[in-house]
């Protein structure tokens, strides 16, 4: 895996990465640190990018166990270390799993395993700040047109 990030220019802090896979990402600064606000912060990236992994592990343990999950979000709030380097300290994970008749020791258990054995960026974090998580299930019982 490889990413090219490049500095856009003399004025401002705003960065453009481009993945191995081809995508496009900006980043910019703070404007008390020379950015002008134009995108999302490197370190919002992170969190961002972790949230990505542990979803995308959850969604596909429940399809494999089965389970008709319909929606995943999850929300990560986090605190930082005061002084440099700014490392995070404390990360909460809130599920939100949507779905119909969903077994919560399934979305348990498909949290926990993205934690403990797949989502490679929370298991990096872990090693600078506590992981905590939780979950609530919405169940769907909508019916859409085409199933009526």
């Known amino acids: 895996m ?11 802090m705003t960065f453009l990465a481009e993945t191995g896979s081809g995508h ?5 600064g703070a404007p008390d640190g020379g950015g002008r606000d134009l995108a999302p ?3 919002e990236v992170v969190l961002a ?4 992994c542990t979803a995308y592990d959850v969604v596909l343990i429940l ?3 089965h389970q008709d999950v319909r929606g995943c979000d999850v ?7 005061e002084k440099e380097p700014k490392v995070f300290t404390k990360i909460h994970f809130h599920f939100t799993v949507r779905g119909r008749n969903l077994k919560p020791s399934l979305v348990e258990r498909a949290i926990k395993l993205s934690h403990e054995k797949y989502c490679s960026a929370s298991i990096m974090l872990e090693k600078t ?6 979950f609530e299930i919405i169940d769907d019982l909508a019916e859409t047109a ?3």
């Open 2 to 12: 490889e990413c090219t990030v490049r500095w856009t220019g003399l004025s401002g």
């Open 24 to 28: 496009l990402l900006t980043m910019d």
């Open 41 to 43: 912060r490197p370190m």
């Open 49 to 52: 990018g972790t949230g990505g």
């Open 63 to 65: 399809r494999k166990g």
């Open 75 to 81: 929300t990560l709030k986090s605190e930082r270390a």
């Open 129 to 134: 700040a506590e992981i905590t998580h939780s």
């Open 146 to 148: 085409a199933e009526a």
